[in-house]
């Protein structure tokens, strides 16, 4: 039947997981191309008969190849779109050099189509203002909060604390920026002495 | 915002109005055109003053940490003060280039048939990447595989392949000031 190739294009797609850019399928690419050519072929013969000939018979035929030449060309275009989109979300994730393993599974051309986009952008967050403008692939996450939980390490006091009560903090305190990882804080604040667990606002 | 932090040029100018915010205001503004952006189904109108205005409150900034003392504290709540209004700028800006490169075709049909008063949705230079954009995928497509197509078949109407932003999709409103007498009309979707 025709298009089962170019429906096996986006199938292989649809299999793929979200994020994950399988490698071109130049096979099957060139596959549904042949297709369409044969299909136009045989239409532009049929037109010629039909209009010549007076075979008003093949008109149906005719508009079957002509239905599926489009149906090839709406699925490859949706294939091809697809994967520029996965390519594009490359950028974002993995930053402008790609590893090697995902740069196998492109095609030349996307390659290029790559490269121009990365040199897009790099233009658009250059004039952002400044010298060297913002780099928006950055602060993907919003920073740590300004309260860190505070872990006893030492003896619990008899005395309750009351929340007005004053804590002397006698250690260097690094403040979370977005890189750090929460395991990181309680160890990195060195609390000692007598503390009690709670939100602490530095 | 602290007020500790000496800010050079404090009151920052919304370009041709010369509006008068203070820093608290700015971010303030930045946050609601974030918040409007992220909710908003359609790229809503560019603010490219507020942008600017907030670059430079943010260089301002990373100056006065660098001349300040090395008191830990105060330079360690600072600089999350200055992550925190990068985050919100960055993701405001990924947000609009998001909604460009989705709906590309649209955007810039709409920017070439802007009436002359209107303000724009674009910044200039969201305007060339829109436009970067649309040429490298229409040439993209056309060497891949549109030009090995039969010849009836090889031009693509972008504008009518890729989908529109729904407007009709919800979205979440609050009221600022009180209103009276509001109309609700069933087809007037409201957004501020």
Redesign the interface.
Known sequence: MFCEKAMELIRELHRAPEGQLPAFNEDG?RQV?EE??AL?EQNQSDVNEAKSGGRSDLIPTIKFRHCS??RN?RC??AY??DR?LRI?ALRWEYGSVLPNALRFHM?A??M??FN??KR??A??MR????DEG?D?T??????KS?YIEAGCSGAISAQPATSTSQVHLNC????P??SDSPASASQVAGITGPVSKRLWR? | MTEEVDFLGQDSDGGSEEVVLTPAELIERLEQAWMNEKFAPELLESKPEIVECVMEQLEHMEENLRRAKREDLKVSIHQMEMERIRYVLSSYLRCRLMKIEKFFPHVLEKEKTRPEGEPSSLSPEELAFAREFMANTESYLKNVALKHMPPNLQKVDLFRAVPKPDLDSYVFLRVRERQENILVEPDTDEQR
């Open positions: 690419l191309l369409m050519k136009y030449l489009l060309r490859t275009v091809l779109y520029l594009r095609a051309e996307e290029e189509w121009n986009y897009s952008l233009t658009y004039s952002l203002g400044g913002l928006i950055q602060d993907m996450k919003p920073p300004l260097n305190l690094h403040l920026g977005s530095i």
